[in-house]
């Protein structure tokens, strides 16, 4: 389908919608469990949501053997090594205007913590939407002190240091089961991560909107009958 929305326009409404609602019109359009990471891909805490165009890497498990080292100096240069050629990504990222891309690593679920509360920091501050690791993090608490928006398949102390190598950057990867192509539309909330292609993404809200709006009105009477409040879940589109 032709896009009519500037990239702004359908993030703003993306961003109001649940994955559920995007996920029944995901369904609506015959594209049922297409985009759909596995329910091992979680978010370090609950609450993170977000929505953005896929920025991909690839990291590889290592040829390589790291050397053990004599000196604290040694180590330093020999993980500086094994940095500038698993974190070239990152490198592309500094090069870059990455405002509202999600960072969408495959490392094929291997554990490294290839996202840390150093990393993640930067990519907030470069004004990423989030970041989507098949694979690990770690510092997980700081980063969630941080309030750095990371889902991934694995939390872990290691680093990819003398683990992993470049596999790629911006090319299309396996993430949690999903084939990403840069430039996806990547959607995350408490319930799990959906990828949709952009040429479809409209289509997708259109539903989505007319689903999330029959369920505010049938959550509505129903905390009517409850003499409760409505939380403010029902006020999304305010
Ligand atoms: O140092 C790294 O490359 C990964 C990490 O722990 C961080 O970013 O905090
Ligand atoms: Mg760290």
């Not at 100096?73 to 500086?80: D, K, L, Q, T, V």
């Not at 969408?104 to 913590?113: A, F, K, L, R, T």
């Not at 872990?156 to 596999?167: E, I, Q, Y």
């Not at 539903?207 to 006020?235: C, H, S, W």
Request: with cysteine; net charge negative; proline share 4%.
């Amino acid at each position: 389908m032709a896009t009519t929305m500037t990239d702004k326009e359908l993030l703003a409404k993306i961003r109001k919608l649940r994955l559920a609602d995007l996920s029944d019109g995901m369904d609506a359009l015959g594209l049922v469990n297409v985009g759909s990471m596995s329910t091992e891909m979680r978010p370090l805490r609950p609450g993170i949501a977000f929505a953005g165009f896929a920025f991909t890497a690839k990291l590889v498990p290592s040829q390589r053997k790291g050397q053990p080292c004599k000196t604290v100096e040694e180590y330093f240069e020999a993980n500086g090594e094994w940095c500038s050629d698993a974190y070239s990504f990152s490198r592309q990222i500094d090069k870059e205007d990455v405002t509202d891309r999600v960072l969408v690593i495959d490392m094929g679920g291997y554990p490294g913590g290839v996202l840390g509360s150093d990393n993640m920091l930067h990519y907030k501050a470069k004004g990423m939407a989030g970041a989507v690791v098949d694979g690990g993090c770690r510092d997980s608490y700081e980063c969630n002190l941080e309030e750095v928006d990371v889902f991934c398949t694995k939390r872990t102390f290691h680093h990819v240091s003398f683990r992993m190598s470049n596999g790629g950057i911006n090319v299309p990867v396996e993430c949690a089961g999903v084939t990403v192509n840069p430039g996806d539309v990547i959607c995350a909330d408490d319930d799990g991560v959906l990828v949709i292609p952009r040429d479809r993404a409209e289509e997708v809200v259109e539903f989505a909107i007319a689903i999330l709006e029959a369920d505010q009105k049938a959550r509505a009477a129903k905390y009517k009958v409850l003499g409760m409040e409505p939380d403010y879940t029902l006020n999304r589109f305010a």
